[in-house]
């Protein structure tokens, strides 16, 4: 379970490979994929950390949501070989989904204007992307925690 589990985040984290880079392709482009975004969240926080730097105007993605992408495939390789790191990936992959769908929720509440382009109806595809790659993996990895033989020790 642990190596199918690491197995869908490394399809997962080059998925957001690809939407990166395809999103850095054209202003067009990237207004268009944003709404795909699984790390919309990281992006709110990126702009809030990285305020006094980011350039007028907004790049996209942002190099907090490249370090997700990183930390994603690292710890699928680590689950691939077999390494033990399924509640460090639950902890990590939970803040990042919160972070997410506190700013998809903000965005939601507000309503922001079309010119923004996080429409209500926009946001319909970004939350079914947080869901998709977040909400799923989380599930195969509870499963592998249910799963793990009992590490109590010796009685």
Known sequence: MKVRLGVILII???????VYLLGMESKKMCARL????PRVGMDAIGV?????????GGEWPLPVEW?????????????????NVVRLYIASESLMALA????????????????????RTALV??????????????M????????????SGPS
């Open 34 to 37: 944003v709404h795909f975004d």
């Open 12 to 18: 997962l984290a080059t998925a957001q490979t690809t």
């Open 100 to 119: 997410s769908i506190v700013a998809c929720g903000i965005a939601w509440r507000m309503d922001i204007h079309s010119s923004h382009g996080f429409t």
């Open 140 to 151: 195969f990895a509870f499963r592998a925690l249910a799963t793990e033989p009992n590490r």
């Open 67 to 83: 370090v997700t992408v990183a930390w994603l495939f690292g710890l699928g390789i680590l689950l691939v070989r077999g390494k």
């Open 48 to 56: 809030a950390l990285l305020f006094a730097i980011h350039k007028a």
């Open 125 to 138: 595809f970004t939350i079914a992307t947080v869901l998709l790659f977040s909400g799923v993996p989380l």
